[in-house]
C-alpha cells in the first residue's frame, strides 16, 4: 500500500492541513477494501508543480519559485499547477506519525488515504475531489487537521449519501469559525515557519500571493466567531464587535480591494462556502448528523486581536486559549473547551498531528473506547475569563514592539539570550529548550516579542535604521496593565523592562543617557485598552 503522509503548516497560524488536488488528484489509489480511514490536512501542505514538473511549493533548492502559484484578483491561478503524481510524504513529510499510526493499526481492515490537493483554491473544489475518491467505499473514517476539517464539513453538508457513509468525523485544530491569525497572515505576509527552509526573506512576495489565495478568506473569522468572541479588529479604542463591520474593514484594505476599488469577490464566496455548511439551520459537524470528535490544542499564545493604530502600525493582542493558530472557541465549533466529545492537549497547532496523546486519542475513537468527558491529558475541565484566557496558569505577559527595526540581541533576567524557532522565544538549559513567548511580525520590519513576565534587556546596535519606535505594554490575564511608547530610539540603545510588578519601563542608550517616554497610558486610556 502507498504511503500518504502530510505537512502542516499554521496560521496564523493559522491552519495546517488538507490536502486535495484542484484539477488532478495526486494520489491515484484505487479502492482495495470497502472501508476507508481518510487523512485530510491543511493549508500549505501538499506539493505543488508547475507544468515543467518543477515543485512550486516547497522547493528546498529554491524557495523563490513559490512566485509562480500567484493568482488573480478572483482567485484563478496564473500558471498551470498541479499536485505531484504519487507524491507519498507531502511537504517535509510531518505528518508521517499519523499516517504510520493509522496503517499499523487499521490497515488489514482499511484503506488509508491522504488526499493532495491545491490549497490555494476554495475548500469546495478539495471537497468535491474528495466526494468522487470515496464514491466506491461503503464506510468511512475521517481524521482532517486544520483547514482539512472545512473541507470534510462540505463534504458532510453536501449529501445524505455522504454523511450516511461516514461513521466517524474527527477534526483536529479545525478553525470551524475561522482565526485571527488568517488576517495576520494577510497584514504581514508571516504565513508558516518552516524549519529546514528560510522563507522570511520572501514575506513580502507571500503577502503579495495569500491575499488572492480564496481558502485563505474562507479561513478569516466567520459571523459565527462572534458566538463567543467579542471582536478581533480594534481600530484605535474602537472594537468592531460584529461581522458586517469587521468584514467591511477588511474589505477597505489594500489587499481587499481589486484593481478598480472593489471588494474582492473571495469575500462573498468565502461567505456563501461557510453558509453552505448549514444543514436545517445547524453546522453539520455540531448538528448531531455525523458522529463527529473535535481536539483542540491549549496554552499557546495565540492571536485574538489586531490592534490598528492611527499612525498605520499594528499590535496584537493573545490569549493562551488557542494552538497558536487556532483558538479553542474555533476548533471547537463554539461548543468550548469542555463541551461533548471534546478533547484538548497541551500542543502548539502544527504539532497536533504529530503529537503521541492526540494519535492515541484518535485510535480510542475510531476504536470505540474513548469516553465522552472533555479534556483527556488529565484535566475534567478548565476555566477561562471574559478576556479568553484560562485562569490560574501562567497568564502575565512583557509585550514588547519594535516599529522599523529588526534584528535584535535580547535577554532574560539569568542574563541568557533568547533564540527564536518560528514563533517561539526560547533558552536552552542544558540540553532543554525553556519556552518564554512568542515573536510576531507586524509588517515590514516591525515585530512584537509577547513574553513571560520575567526582566529583558534588548540591544538595539544591530539594526540599521535609526529613528525607531518602541511600544511595551505589560498585561495580566488579558488585562492591559501598563503602556510606554519611546520615540527616536537610536542604534546604540537598549530596553530594560523588569517584572510587572515593577513601574520601570526604561530605555537607555550606550553612555547610560535615560530616554523619556513620549506617551505613557493613564488609568482612564488603559480601561479603553481593555476594552
Known amino acids: 500500500m502507498k504511503r500518504f503522509v502530510s505537512v502542516i503548516i ?5 491552519f495546517s492541513t488538507a490536502i486535495f488536488s484542484v484539477g488532478a488528484e495526486n494520489n491515484d489509489t484505487r479502492a482495495t477494501k470497502s472501508k476507508a480511514i481518510v487523512i485530510i490536512p491543511g493549508i500549505a501542505g501538499s506539493k505543488l508543480q508547475n507544468s515543467s514538473s518543477q ?10 519559485r513559490m512566485t509562480q502559484l500567484e493568482c488573480n484578483e478572483n482567485g484563478a491561478s496564473v500558471n498551470s499547477i ?8 507531502g511537504v517535509l513529510n510531518t505528518g508521517k506519525e499519523l499516517y504510520d499510526a493509522l496503517e499499523s493499526a487499521y490497515s488489514n481492515s482499511y484503506d488509508i488515504i491522504f ?23 461503503n464506510e468511512v473514517i475521517i481524521v482532517a487537521h486544520s483547514m482539512g476539517g472545512l473541507v470534510a464539513s462540505k463534504y458532510l453538508a453536501t449529501s445524505n449519501s455522504n454523511r450516511n457513509k461516514v461513521s466517524k468525523f474527527i477534526s483536529i485544530g479545525t478553525p470551524y469559525t475561522g482565526s485571527a491569525k488568517a488576517l495576520h497572515m494577510m497584514e504581514t505576509g508571516e504565513f508558516i515557519k518552516i524549519p529546514v527552509i528560510n522563507i522570511s526573506p520572501y514575506k513580502n512576495t507571500i503577502k503579495s500571493l495569500v491575499c488572492n489565495f480564496s481558502a485563505i478568506y474562507e479561513l478569516l473569522p466567520t459571523s459565527r466567531y ?13 472594537l468592531l464587535s460584529n461581522h458586517t463591520d469587521s468584514w467591511n474593514f477588511m474589505k477597505a484594505r489594500e489587499w481587499g480591494k481589486k484593481s478598480n476599488g472593489s471588494s474582492k469577490t473571495m469575500f462573498s464566496n468565502a461567505t456563501s462556502f461557510h453558509n453552505s455548511l448549514l444543514v436545517n439551520g445547524t453546522h453539520v459537524a455540531n448538528g448531531g448528523l455525523v458522529d463527529t470528535y473535535k481536539i483542540y490544542g491549549k496554552g499557546e499564545d495565540t492571536i485574538s486581536r489586531i490592534i490598528y493604530a492611527s499612525d498605520g502600525t499594528i499590535s496584537i493582542s493573545v490569549v493562551n486559549t488557542g494552538d497558536g493558530t487556532v483558538c479553542i472557541q474555533s476548533a471547537t465549533n463554539t461548543l468550548g473547551a469542555n463541551g461533548s466529545k471534546v478533547y484538548g492537549f497541551n500542543a502548539k497547532h502544527l504539532e497536533l498531528i504529530k503529537d503521541t496523546g492526540v494519535i492515541n486519542k484518535v485510535k480510542s475513537i475510531i476504536n470505540g473506547t474513548t469516553t465522552a468527558s472533555s479534556f483527556s491529558n488529565g484535566t475534567s475541565s478548565i476555566n477561562v475569563n471574559e478576556k479568553g484566557w484560562i485562569i490560574g496558569e501562567n497568564n502575565k505577559r512583557t509585550n514588547i514592539m519594535i516599529y522599523n527595526g529588526s534584528l535584535v540581541d535580547i535577554y532574560n533576567s539569568k542574563d541568557e539570550k533568547l533564540l527564536i524557532d518560528g514563533n517561539t522565544v526560547y533558552y536552552n538549559e542544558g540540553e532543554k529548550k525553556i519556552e518564554v513567548g512568542s515573536i510576531w511580525s507586524l509588517g515590514q520590519d516591525s515585530f512584537q516579542f509577547v513574553l513571560y513576565d520575567d526582566e529583558y534587556i534588548v540591544d538595539v546596535d544591530k539594526i540599521s535604521t535609526k529613528n525607531i519606535t518602541v511600544k511595551i505594554e505589560y498585561s495580566d490575564s488579558g488585562y492591559y496593565t501598563k503602556s510606554a ?4 530610539i537610536n542604534t546604540s540603545s537598549r530596553i530594560t523592562t523588569t517584572s510587572s510588578d515593577s513601574k520601570d519601563i526604561k530605555v537607555t542608550d550606550n553612555q547610560g543617557k535615560e530616554y523619556v517616554a513620549t506617551k505613557n497610558l493613564t488609568k482612564a486610556e488603559l480601561e479603553l485598552l481593555n476594552n
Open 55 to 64: 515543485v512550486v511549493w516547497l522547493s528546498t533548492a529554491n524557495p523563490g
Open 10 to 14: 499554521s496560521f496564523m497560524m493559522i
Open 485 to 488: 511608547t519611546f520615540n527616536n
Open 115 to 137: 488526499f493532495s490537493y491545491d490549497w490555494r483554491m476554495s475548500c469546495s473544489a478539495a471537497a468535491s475531489l474528495l466526494s468522487t475518491k470515496l464514491s466506491s467505499y
Open 82 to 89: 498541479s499536485t505531484i503524481s504519487n507524491d507519498t510524504d
Open 226 to 238: 462572534f458566538t463567543n468572541n467579542t471582536g478581533y479588529i480594534k481600530t484605535g479604542t474602537t
